[in-house]
Each structure stands twice: as C-alpha cells, then as structure tokens.
C-alpha cells in the first residue's frame, strides 16, 4: 500500500434500498483504527425485509477503558473482560455478515475499522459493499441541518434508541432506513 490509509480491498458504497442486508455498528475505544481498539460489534441481518438474525459480541482489551468511553457507552472493563478475542468475534462477524451488503449510520468509520482489524488480526479482507444512511438522510431528508442518527430519528418520528451502544443504533438504524425507504419510494422529500 503506497498511503497508510489505503484500503484496496473495499467494498463500494451504494446509494440503494436493498431487502437483504446487515445493519451493523460498532463502538470503539476511540478514532483510530490504528491505535484504538474496537469493543462492540452488533448487528443485525435482514432477508426480505424481515429480520432473520441478531448478532452482538463484547470484545475484551487489554488496557483500561477511556473514562471518556466508560461514560459514552456504559461499557465498563468489568464488562469487557467477559468479551471474546478480537479475532474470535471478527471471525464470527465476518461469518455473518459474508455475502451481504452492510448497512449503517455514517458506516464509513466502521467499514474503515472493521477493514483493518480484519486484516491486522486475522488476515482477512471485509469487502463487502456497504449503504450509509447518512448519505441517504442528506438526499431524502434535505431540511435537516445536521444528520445525526438521533436528528433523523426525530424528524421521522422514530423513537428507542439506546445512545452509543452498538445494537441500540443499529435498531434504530434499521428504523430510520425503512421510513426513509417508504419515502423514497412515494419520491416525497422531507
């Protein structure tokens, strides 16, 4: 890889409304997929859109959680010590989600982190394609001035979320994705 950032392996983003998918989402011990650690990984898989599968894995670290991450998430190293190894739970993650487009919320930063965990710990590539419902948001939702999942969640009228762990958003995700699919589909923009 000629820059450090380089991903030639990844998937490409679709601006689509598939019926099969993964939603998925992960929380992390911070911004860098080279320095930081991923801790959570959920997920959830769709066939004909109905939900077919559930998938939500602590992982365990080696060094102390951020106090900054403790009180974002509520994830504390007590809880992580009962997670499984980074690359049991990758493995199983790529076990899932294989042969599907992913799904998520500004799913870039997550694509991006699985992508080099994958590869730094198990050798593997993610390359699934992906949906980001922050780029459908901008395009359906257009009088939004931020496109928080929490601010797109509100404007549809969408409601439960569990802030900042990782199957609470992507259910919520999942629910922002299909009202918004009902829009599009009747070519309304809001």
Known sequence: ?????ARPFLGKRLDIFPSDFVCFDIETTGLSPQRDDI?????????????????SELIAINRPLPPFIR???GITDKMLMG?????????DFLNFSHGYIVMGHNVRFDVNFV????????????????????????????????HKLDD????????????????????MTVKCFYKMKE????????
């Open 71 to 73: 009180s974002l998430t």
């Open 152 to 171: 797109i969640a509100d404007a549809l009228g969408v409601e439960g979320r569990t802030l900042h762990r990782a199957l609470g958003d992507v259910e």
């Open 1 to 5: 890889m000629n820059r450090p950032d």
């Open 83 to 91: 997670g499984g190894s980074a690359e049991s739970v990758l493995c």
């Open 115 to 146: 992508y080099d965990k994958a590869l730094e710990k198990l050798g593997a590539v993610f390359d699934n394609d992906y949906v980001d419902t922050l780029s459908l948001s901008r395009r359906i939702l257009t009088s939004l001035k931020h």
């Open 183 to 190: 829009l599009a589909e009747i070519g309304a923009v809001l």
């Open 39 to 55: 801790i959570e990984i959920s997920a959830i898989k769709i066939n004909d859109d109905k939900v077919t599968d559930t998938f």
